[in-house]
């Protein structure tokens, strides 16, 4: 018979469990249980943990999920400075490299060949097997401790399995986002209205910079490692430690291996320009090290880098081809961008035809000529761009490009914003591209839901005059529709049918399908909480709107100038006659009072009866707002159990009392 455990002997066995299942479903890629199996047992751990306080563990899997508390981050001098490495695009220098290391040892030696990730290095420290700080690179003296948002990255283990660890060491690798997710974000953020990332690089930096790490789970980031530190390592060979880091639990490429000669190394190199095309993250380069830690350590450091180790970095791949014409695209908030038409010309695979100029700054730089020979490449980013003309072969100078003064689809005059290197369209009222941006935005899953009608519906109906903006969706009659082309008479009842069902979309939704530049899902989300209707909204101040939670001036400055333009709140007037939204349901009114006016609170630890999320959509709801850090300001501590200690001091120096639980929710349920 199976001896019966303890609730506090489940979690750990629950805590083991799970480990060992992240670990092989992120690194292996071989889980032996369901996804389903994964969720009812993470759920049943979550349970326990909450009616278990004292058995608070920050590396349980349960936290994985990150909390979206504010915090600054902590600059955190490094133990060993994390320097950079000397690179080259050329083998010749590769072979200088091999000799020096020949000259410099004196003896045989390998080389350890690796493949260098294009993301932002992290270095972990690990105690008694326990993940307890993450930092970024920093300058290489000091980094930011982003422990938090680490520690929802799945592919690093919170806890180690397996033995032989040191008891302290620091581990050193890259963090990255995979191409997939790294395309599926920029176009959620594309049609959300935010700038998109130039590059998964710079994807994967921005987020583990992000103040909330509950945004950083969600991103689905990875960690490749590559480098320990350490007073006690397992092994005298580099490979063989990473070899021992990943039976601990760390993901190791397998794509590493030791070569013995600079034919091996060559071939290593030939190979990975190929195989690295399959992978699903960014490489750019390769990145060589003797093998040996003794032999490391003879060959020492110059001032920035290790005379041990170089990175061979791999040409972008590029082609010379003519630029025939620039023509312009203007995108649903009104940015308009500048293409390169050009002569096809075959890169990485692909025939390349067109390639962006990004804006008017790049152009100018590159001092463009119609008929000029220019160069594509293809980097990091999977639009081609061009990086150079040829001038040499420039025999007969064509015309100066020069960035169009008017929008190429309405005529109006272009705007540049200081400070920014787009030129945009103004007229978001009548600008056909914008309008039909819009209305695909408006109609979306995430906004008003009208499935039935995709991008080439909204074309036609625009085309035919029937919408010529967002409120005249809810003028369209079956009988209009069809007889369009393309269209029956069963298409055009599930258009009217899912208009009319979209009435019922909530009011944050409704604010979100506006298309409201900067406002998102989750900032429509805050916004629709802190006013309540459409009206408070219109009317509200710089000053109340900057006082809602994570809403800067930018967002702010927004929200005014969209509200307004008179086209703007006839368009709302509209939406609301036809049966829009515009305010909070009854119940979640309801639930909203002026309790915590004017308070800013902190929650800190671990709480019994809800989650942080949920005291947090309470503060909230009750008028209060809900900081990160404590200062002379705040309010009180919402406090949990096992309060950081750091918190703690801070809050007694400056006196800042601490309100427990119940005592919280007693204060809400005063009348
Ligand atoms: S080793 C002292 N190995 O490249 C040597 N770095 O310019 C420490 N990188 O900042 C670095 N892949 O972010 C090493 N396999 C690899 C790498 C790698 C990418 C990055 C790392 C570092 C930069 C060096």
Known sequence: MTPIMTPQERILELRRQLHEHNHRYYVLNAPVISDYEFDMQLKELQQLEAVHPEMYDPTS???????????????????????????????????????????????????????????????????????????????????????????????????????????????????????????????????????????????????????????????????????????????????????????????????????????????????????????????????????????????????????????????????????????????????????????????????????????????????????????????????????????????????????????PECGTPLVRVDGEAGNYCPNDVSCPPQIKGKMEHFVSREAMNIDSMGPETIELLFNYGLVKNIADIYNLYAEDLMFLPRLGARSAENIVAAVRASRAVPFERVLFALGIRFVGATVAKRLARAFGNIDALMSATMEQLTAVDEIGERIAASVISYFASEANRELVARLKEAGLKFELEEETLQARTELLKGQSIVISGVFTHHSRDEYKEMIENNGGKNVGSVSKSTSFILAGDNMGPAKLEKANKLGVRLVGEDEFLAMLSAE
């Not at 302290?168 to 690798?173: H, P």
């Not at 935010?194 to 950083?216: C, H, M, W, Y």
């Open 61 to 407: 899997p349960t936290l994985r999920v990150g909390s979206d508390i504010t915090k600054e981050f902590k600059q955190v001098v490094h133990k060993y400075p994390m320097l950079s490495l000397g690179n080259t695009y050329s083998k010749s220098e590769v072979a200088e490299f091999y000799e020096r290391v020949k000259k410099g040892l004196n003896e045989d030696f390998e080389i350890c060949c690796e493949l260098k990730f294009d993301g932002t290095s992290i270095s972990l420290t690990y105690i008694d097997g326990k993940l307890v700080r993450a930092v970024t690179r920093g300058d290489g003296e000091k980094g930011d401790d982003v422990t938090a948002n680490v520690r929802t990255i799945r592919t690093i283990p919170l806890m180690l399995s397996g033995n032989g660890y040191p008891a302290e060491f620091e581990i050193r690798g890259e963090v990255l986002m995979p191409w997939g997710v790294f395309e599926q974000l920029n176009e959620e953020r594309e049609r959300g209205g935010e700038p998109l990332f130039a590059n998964p690089r710079n994807a994967a930096s921005g987020t583990l910079k992000l103040q909330d790490s509950s945004i950083v789970a969600k991103r689905r980031l990875d960690a490749y490692l590559y480098f320990m530190l350490g007073e006690q390592l397992p092994a005298e060979g580099h490979f063989e430690n990473l070899q021992a880091a990943a039976s601990w639990g760390f993901k190791v490429s397998d794509l590493t291996c030791k070569c013995r000669t600079l034919d091996e190394v060559f071939a290593f190199i030939d190979r990975m320009d190929v195989e690295r095309k399959n992978l699903p993250f960014a490489t750019d380069g390769i990145v060589l090290k003797v093998n040996s830690l003794r032999q490391q350590k003879n060959l020492g450091y110059t001032a920035k880098s290790p005379r041990w180790a170089i990175a061979y970095k791999f040409q972008a791949e590029r082609a010379l081809t003519r630029l025939n014409e620039v023509t312009y695209q203007v995108g649903r908030t009104g940015v308009v961008t500048p293409v390169a038409n050009l002569d096809p010309v075959q890169l990485s695979g692909t025939v390349v035809k067109r390639a962006s100029l990004h804006n008017a700054d790049i152009i100018e730089k590159l001092d463009l000529h119609i008929g000029d020979m220019v160069y594509v490449e293809k980097g990091g980013e999977i639009i081609p761009k061009i990086t150079g003309v040829d001038v040499d072969s420039r025999f007969m100078i064509g015309e100066k490009v020069r960035f169009i003064e008017k929008c």
